[in-house]
């Protein structure tokens, strides 16, 4: 246990014991308890950096007088009080990924962490196996002691232990950022929308429903073959390809495949105009355009996910928007990012309106910002056409796929920018913005 020091050894004795607040959810209402997390919050920002004895912060942290991880565990715990307020259940579930889930990964990789994970090697896969087992376990345990008796406990494990993968997997996403914030709200969301699914997933034993599931396998390995072939997918793309397309032609039918088979095909067919243009630019798509899995997932993970909960939960209106802004955002994004490499006129800094270089992050041009409202419209389009959703969500899934990618610039340019998130982290935000948008839209224009 030599990389585990005494300082952080505290660190995370506190970061863990923070958590056990979570407990009192059961009986103290979420808008009390978040004057409890604004206070933690205006101590940790006003007054800790002042304290120099406690022992908290990293040696780095402390040359540099702020931790931003110490500020941002209030923070979280607050948005989560507030955003989930009514689901008190949920708030402790992801306030216990933070304290529990993520705390367990770092104690572990740490002292006994080698193996190093080969997409981030700052992370171990004994630190991952930490998080996904130890926060699961701790989502199931809050969930069945704030709300006692209203889940069934298979359920909940099921449940906890699947939202807690995907919180573990985020939480190793190589990023400088720390991951105080994201992780535990993403994961508080999914964890909320699975909850509606209870009793749903018996559905999928039916022969029906199991024919149909095998034929869509079926035919996405074939046409992520044929993808592959055409090089624009590598073989881990292939895999990554295969299984979103699945989710989305076994659960959505046709209508939602073929919004998805549209996004594809546009962004293959800009990937690869201009190219050697592109190329000798230095901005074109690595691997000669082919994307891998985690292009694929941080593009499509989102949709997919839409498009099982579209089947599995009593809200398939809700999810259907979802899917569609995630794949307009999508859509928008990849346009407007491969035709505004293409020379096609000066490029400004979306927060500074600076003119920057072809290809910088967070860079827009007229003709790329055009082309991304134009591919969110054309699938906002036909979402409405194949009566995915009612004609009146159209304009509303165009605008929630283009907001986000001009969000999604914003955040390449303060932050991809500087190294402190890589592109996928930032399409996966782009198509979680765009899926959150239109169901947001609609609900506040319905």
Same mark, same amino acid.
């Given at each position: 246990m030599a990389s585990l020091s005494a300082r952080e050894l505290l660190r995370q004795t506190v970061h863990i014991g923070a958590?056990?607040?979570?407990?009192?959810? #059961?009986?103290?209402d979420p808008l009390q308890l978040s004057w409890v997390a604004a206070a933690g919050l205006a101590f940790n920002t006003l007054i800790l950096p002042h304290l120099g004895g406690l022992g908290l912060w990293r040696g780095e942290e402390g040359r540099n007088g702020?931790?931003?991880? %110490?500020?941002? $565990?209030?923070?979280?715990?607050?948005?989560?009080?507030?955003?989930?307020r009514r689901q008190p259940a949920v708030a402790a579930a992801g306030w216990g990924l933070l304290a529990f889930g993520d705390g367990a990964a770092s104690l572990a990789g740490l002292a006994w962490g080698d193996r190093k994970l080969p997409w981030n090697p700052a992370k171990t896969w004994v630190g991952l196996t930490a998080f996904w087992l130890v926060?699961?376990?701790?989502?199931? @345990?809050?969930? /069945?002691?704030?709300?006692?008796g209203d889940y069934?406990?298979?359920?909940?494990?099921?449940?906890?232990?699947?939202?807690?993968?995907?919180a573990a997997l985020l939480e190793s996403m190589p990023t400088r950022l +720390? +991951?105080?914030? @994201?992780?535990?709200?993403?994961? @508080?969301?999914?964890?909320?929308?699975?909850?509606w699914s209870e009793g749903y997933w018996s559905l999928l034993a039916s022969p029906i429903w199991l024919m149909r599931l095998l034929t869509a396998l079926a035919a996405n390995a074939v046409l992520a073959a044929a993808a592959y072939r055409w090089k624009a997918l590598d073989r881990s793309g292939w895999i990554a390809a295969t299984i979103v397309g699945s989710a989305v032609l076994g659960f959505l039918g046709w209508r939602g495949y073929l919004l998805l088979m549209l996004f594809f095909l546009l962004g293959t067919l800009a990937t690869r105009l201009? $190219?050697?243009s592109k190329a000798h630019l230095g901005v074109a798509q690595e691997r000669s355009g082919r994307r891998n899995a985690w292009n694929v997932l941080a593009n499509g993970s989102v949709a997919a996910i839409c498009a099982v909960f579209s089947v599995v939960t009593p809200l398939p209106q809700l999810f259907y928007l979802a899917f569609a802004g995630a794949i307009a955002s999508a859509a928008a994004d990849t346009l407007e990012? &491969? %035709?505004? /490499?293409? #020379?096609?006129?000066?490029?400004?800094l979306i927060t500074s309106f600076k003119p920057v270089r072809v290809g910088t992050d967070g860079g827009v041009s007229a003709v790329g910002t055009t082309a991304g409202a134009l591919g969110s419209l054309m699938v906002a389009f036909t979402g409405g056409i194949v009566g995915l959703y009612p004609a009146r969500s159209v304009l509303i899934v165009a605008v929630a796929g283009f907001t986000a990618t001009l969000l999604e610039s914003a955040v390449g340019a303060s932050? &991809? #920018?500087r190294g402190l998130v890589g592109n996928h982290a930032v399409n996966l935000f782009n198509t979680l913005t765009g899926a959150l948008l239109a169901v947001g839209g609609t609900r506040l224009l319905s």
């Open positions: 958590g056990f607040l979570a407990l009192t959810l #059961r009986w103290v702020r931790a931003h991880g %110490i500020v941002l $565990y209030p923070l979280s715990v607050l948005m989560l009080l507030l955003i989930f926060g699961g376990g701790a989502v199931a @345990a809050l969930i /069945q002691w704030v709300a006692p069934e406990p298979l359920f909940v494990w099921g449940a906890s232990l699947g939202v807690a993968l995907v +720390d +991951d105080n914030l @994201a992780v535990p709200l993403i994961g @508080a969301l999914l964890l909320s929308c699975s909850l201009g $190219y050697k990012s &491969e %035709i505004g /490499q293409l #020379r096609a006129g000066p490029t400004f932050l &991809e #920018r």
